[in-house]
């Protein structure tokens, strides 16, 4: 499975951006897709993640109620809209894979995206 994430940019405080995160390969035998971010100085860290066949939905604290992930079966296609973006917000965002389970932690995914920058600015 290869991963293509974009729709990273620079955005104020109190904006939009969503992301989206292209699966080609086999993209039929994809479990889960998640989305990790990196800020400068910071380890990676979980954002949210989606089980794909149900929709099932997890986040983390820092972005419940302002982010929202979802999928589009038809495209391989996952996605991150992400609202009311903060400072704190801005990060490399990483989308990933796994065939076997959903989880929060980097372990859980063998495939990953590029990373997509996304800067919010105060």
């Known amino acids: 499975v290869q991963l293509q994430a974009s729709g990273g940019g620079l955005v104020q405080a109190g904006g939009s951006l969503r992301l989206s995160c292209a699966a080609s390969?086999?993209?039929?035998?994809?479990?889960?897709m998640s989305w990790f971010r990196r800020a400068p100085g910071k380890e990676r860290e979980f954002v949210a993640a989606?089980?794909?066949?149900?929709?099932?939905?997890y986040y983390s604290d820092s972005v419940k109620g302002r982010f929202t992930i979802s999928r589009d079966n038809a495209k391989n296609t996952g996605y991150l809209q992400m609202n009311s973006l903060k400072p704190e917000d801005t990060a490399v965002y990483y989308c990933?894979?796994?065939?076997?389970?959903?989880?929060?932690?980097?372990?859980?995914?063998?495939?990953w995206g590029q990373g997509t920058l996304v800067t919010v600015s105060s």
């Open positions: 390969g086999r993209p039929d035998s994809t479990y889960a």
């Open positions: 989606i089980r794909w066949s149900s929709g099932n939905t």
């Open positions: 990933a894979a796994s065939r076997r389970l959903v989880g929060t932690t980097r372990g859980a995914y063998e495939y």
